[in-house]
């Protein structure tokens, strides 16, 4: 069977400053991955570079065996594609509700998207009470799970969420990660990508540790607790 | 009374021909966030548009009027094609584009010079005659004018409060990398929004050179008084442009009655810089807000 999405030898960057300098990872259908590492070594430029906000500069990117390298951004959402950025990059102006909609732009059939509504509702009972509120009035937890809850309105097979415990209460956080293990479906991959390696453990199947713009160490989630590696790059013994 | 009424229906005129022109520069500015530097010709080109091609279609002010929204749009949708897109992702985009924008304003003058020559013309597309009100003969062209731009304001306000497609537009406007994230083609967005808002600006020409006459200069005050309203109205703001457009259309008749025709443009101006001291974000502009 082939990756939802898979990526290869990633080379990308702002300007003339390279970030990623070779990164590989594999997704696999109904199993949450875990990024992590420090801040500012690439993670976020990761993301970015899959769904295609970054041009790649070589490598390659494939979902489902079918090359996206040069796709642009919105026909990678198109092919199931989700990117749930850090800071939530909510519509300001426009209502809870419109927000989750706008998520599901490209979903035509509109019964399904109130069905998926409806369900994103029932995860986060507090965004239904803020329906008609607009997205800026909202409270740091509320426009993440709203962040979230757009993510999930795509309906994509491949969900990728930058830091989603940046900042939050941990009852939240809680909340946040419940949704993402409800996300997990047999069709689904997720991507998590966290500064704080100890929020994925019960949670990822695998890990990735990116250190300077490479993947240092790759792992099951078990192995992750016994590996030096992670203490090492966290505590700065490279 | 009679005075009232007068000023009254000479201001809606005026406001209702600079809404129509400041609409759709409030909108490019908000959704791309670029200065239209030649919406002025957009204006110029529906005007030109009608004359020229209406003696082929019939003179119906209906017609001429579809003439004139299709070449604004027309125009919109070129410049966007040929000049906006090269420069979007590119740095510097907000300057770049202005004088880009000012030099194809330049450019399409002078070709509108070389077509027509400079000989003021008279726009034959217009309605004649008058009604009485309160004893006061009002043209029915101004009634025309304040009726075409209620209506196709309003069209713009349901389009983009209402619709899927206005959604889109505001989303984009809010967030364009997000929009992208959502699936949104952002750059046909743009190309949407910069054919809009070009109907607009021919809409508006035409209306503007039936009052006055056409020139391949025509284009240029407008500009600046829809270039002031956005300013008063704060950037970018699509209804703050609305609403400012027909107050400072009734304030300039007001002055122009009272004080003279020469006094009503430099208060305008007066006007702008004290809400620029005042509020620099415009009435309606809101102080940005940064949250992490």
């Keep these: 069977m082939t990756a939802p999405l898979l990526a290869r030898d990633l ?22 991955a875990g990024l992590i590492g420090p801040n500012g070594h690439g993670k976020t430029t990761l993301l970015r570079t899959l769904s295609g906000s970054i041009p790649l500069r070589s490598g390659k990117i494939e979902m489902n065996g079918e090359d996206v390298s040069r796709v642009p951004v919105c026909d990678r959402v198109g092919r199931g594609l989700v990117h ?32 998926t ?38 309906e994509g097979r491949v969900l990728m969420v930058d ?66 590696d992670i203490l090492a790059t966290y505590l700065g013994g490279h | 009374m009679d ?28 959704t791309l966030g670029m200065f239209n530097m030649a919406h002025g010709l957009f204006m110029t080109i529906g005007a030109y548009a009608a004359f020229s091609l209406s003696g082929y279609l019939g003179l119906v002010l209906p017609v001429g009027l579809l003439i004139a929204m299709a070449a604004g749009a027309l125009i919109g949708v070129l410049t966007h094609l040929l000049i906006v897109r090269f420069m979007l992702t590119g740095p510097n985009f907000e300057t770049n584009v202005m004088v880009a924008t000012a030099g194809l304003a ?20 217009k309605v004649e005659g008058t009604i009485r009100l309160a004893g006061v003969a009002i043209t029915l062209q101004s009634v025309v004018i304040v009726a075409v731009a209620l209506v196709l304001i ?3 306000a349901f389009l983009l409060l209402r619709t899927r497609f206005g959604m889109t537009i505001r989303a984009t406007a809010m967030n364009r990398e997000a929009a992208e994230l959502m699936g949104v083609r952002t750059t046909r967005v743009y190309l949407q929004v910069m054919g809009l808002a070009g109907a607009l600006a021919g809409a508006a020409g035409l209306m503007i050179s039936s009052l006055t006459t056409l020139s391949p200069q025509m284009g240029g005050d407008p500009l600046l008084k829809a270039f002031v309203i956005c300013v008063v109205a704060g950037l970018g703001n699509v209804w703050g442009a609305g609403i400012c457009a027909f107050a400072l259309g009734l304030l300039e008749a007001t002055v122009q009655f009272e004080f003279g025709v020469r006094f009503g443009f430099p208060v305008m101006l007066l006007l702008v810089i004290l809400v620029l001291v005042w509020r620099p974000q415009g009435l309606f502009g809101r102080e940005r807000v940064v949250r992490l």
């Excluded at chain 1, 300001?92 to 706008?102: I, K, P, Q, T, W």
């Design chain 1, 11 to 32: 080379v990308s960057g702002y300007h003339a400053r390279p970030v990623l300098q070779g990164v590989s990872v594999e997704l696999v259908a109904g199993r949450i």
């Design chain 1, 84 to 115: 749930i950025p850090q800071g939530d990059q909510l519509f300001g102006d426009l209502s809870v509700e419109e927000n989750l909609r706008m998520g599901a732009y490209l979903r035509d059939d509109q019964k399904a998207v109130r069905q």
């Design chain 1, 117 to 154: 509504l409806d369900e994103v509702f029932t995860i986060f009972p507090r965004l239904a009470e803020r329906r008609r509120q607009t997205a800026s009035s909202l409270s740091g937890g509320e426009r993440r799970m709203a962040g979230i809850g757009r993510g999930l309105m795509a």
């Design chain 1, 163 to 228: 830091e989603p415990s940046l900042g939050l209460a941990p009852l939240v956080i809680e909340q946040i990660y419940e949704a993402l293990r409800q996300a997990v479906q047999s069709d689904r991959a997720i991507l998590v990508v966290e500064e704080n390696p100890s929020r994925l453990l019960g949670v990822a199947d695998a890990i990735y540790l990116m250190d300077a713009g490479r993947i240092v160490w790759s792992g099951s989630a078990a192995e992750t607790v016994n590996s030096s």
């Design chain 2, 3 to 30: 005075i009232l009424i007068q000023i009254l229906v000479t201001g809606l005129t005026l406001g209702a021909m600079y809404a129509l022109a400041s609409v759709g520069l409030a909108l490019i500015f908000g």
């Design chain 2, 106 to 125: 330049i450019l399409l003058q002078d070709v509108l010079l070389k077509i027509f020559g400079a000989y003021p013309f008279t726009q034959p597309v």
């Design chain 2, 154 to 156: 309003s069209a713009i």
